[in-house]
């Protein structure tokens, strides 16, 4: 059978249940901690925060599969299923025998698999009688995805977008408000832990860390509003489980299965959802495909960070989490272009690298990583974000070894959404400007010493 350049499936085929990755896991992340009690929270606990079935969904480690709401399928319908591409040209450009496909997830107005999840906690968030919402933007993606979900689903909603984001990216900010959503730059005089970050440090051009503690404060202090995050947590992970779901049935359809799985990690929710039904597969001993995940060597939690507990947020105000981290109080470098620049990573994704499932991780320079995106581009007519571009840059150098060994592994990465907001970072690319950096130990060291010290568990 000739491959198609591109396989969709039909909406009948769409999935119609999320996978929990953690109901096949050996071992389980370990538990989140009450950040004052440093008791393991029960779910109860985290009602405050986030509305009751995603709340739920979080501790939940034993069901396998999760019902999608006929009223989430239906927006799913909108913009699902995602097509798989076999990217035949770039194969030629790099004359390898691999073969390489990528499942693109940038083909809905947010521009990236965001809106997966975005759609699902503001359909939650409704069903439960709130009305509004707070979170968090970096790049502003996720801010974007959740603005049109909320729109759609009739809620209010307040993004606390990073400053430096806010300055920099101001489209993508006027899409959010497009969409309904009041806007603030983050650190901000909204909230108290805003006032105190700005009082300390006045000229900042703030961190998601940062922004997160605010869109919390904010959350708890309003009546019929919670807070939602896009990435790390587990029920984001299981939302984002439709990527790999579709990816492995399409494959299926052309009779291929990856030798390689590789994924960009910010948080890791891309990553853990196109992975999730292949590494089912490896825990239940079918299958063993190599997975990689790739992050930017300027904020490397995953290659260079401790397994501890941590804050997911510079305010030290969210539940603690087991994972890879820098410290909340890692600050990337300002030259960083490149997206993925949280502190920690997915206590999923962070468990399956500790045990050995998750193989491989990679971190890559910038330069190179944009050196991808622009071979990428040029070969198969794509403009990807810098994010995906990670796994662009790693997919390519895999493609090459097969090249030098002769073999023809089936590559398969996460594309996760455009670039199109990301034209300052192609532009000082374009100009010979960008820059590499790579932190010293030292420079890792303040984020270190902001790591949370527990009695009896983390002296
Ligand atoms: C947010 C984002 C990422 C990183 O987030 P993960 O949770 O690690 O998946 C990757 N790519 C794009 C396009 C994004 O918007």
Sequence with gaps: MKIPHRLNLTEEQLPTQWYNLRADMKEQPDPMLNPVTFQPIRTE????????????????????????????????????????????????????????????????????????????????????????????????????????????????????????????????????????????????????????????????????????????????????????????????VLHQSIIGLEAKRAMEMLGEYPDIVIGCAGGGSNLAGLIAPFMQDKLLGKKNPHFIAVEPASCPSLTRGRYAYDYCDTGKVTPLARMYTLGSGFIPSKNHAGGLRYHGMSPIISKLYHDGWLDEARAVEQTHVFDAAVTFAKVETILPAPESSHAIRVAIDEAIKCRETGEAKTILFGLTGTGYFDMAAYSAYNEGKMTDYIPTDEDLEPGFASLPKIPGIQE
């Design 45 to 236: 606990e985290l009602y405050p925060i986030f509305c009751e079935e995603l709340a739920a969904q979080e501790t939940n480690c034993s069901t396998q599969w999760f019902d999608i709401p006929d009223e989430v399928m239906e927006i799913y319908k909108a913009y699902r299923p995602s097509p798989l591409n076999r990217a035949y040209d770039l194969e030629r450009y790099l004359k390898t025998p691999a073969h390489i496909y990528f499942k693109f997830e940038g083909n809905n107005t947010s521009g990236s698999h965001k809106l997966n999840s975005a759609v699902a906690q503001a359909y939650y968030a409704k069903k439960q009688g709130l009305t509004s919402l707070t979170t968090e933007t970096g790049a502003g993606q996720w801010g974007t995805a959740l603005a049109e979900a909320c729109a759609y689903f009739g809620m209010d909603l307040t993004v606390y977008m990073v400053k430096g984001s806010y300055e920099q990216k101001p489209y993508r900010r006027e899409i959010i408000r497009t969409f309904g959503a009041n806007v603030i730059p983050s650190p901000s005089n909204t909230t108290k832990v805003g006032q105190a970050i700005l009082a300390a440090n006045p000229d900042t051009s703030g961190s998601l860390g940062c922004a997160i503690s605010e869109a919390i404060e904010k959350a708890t202090s309003t009546q019929g509003c919670r807070y939602v995050l896009g990435s790390v947590l587990n029920q984001v």
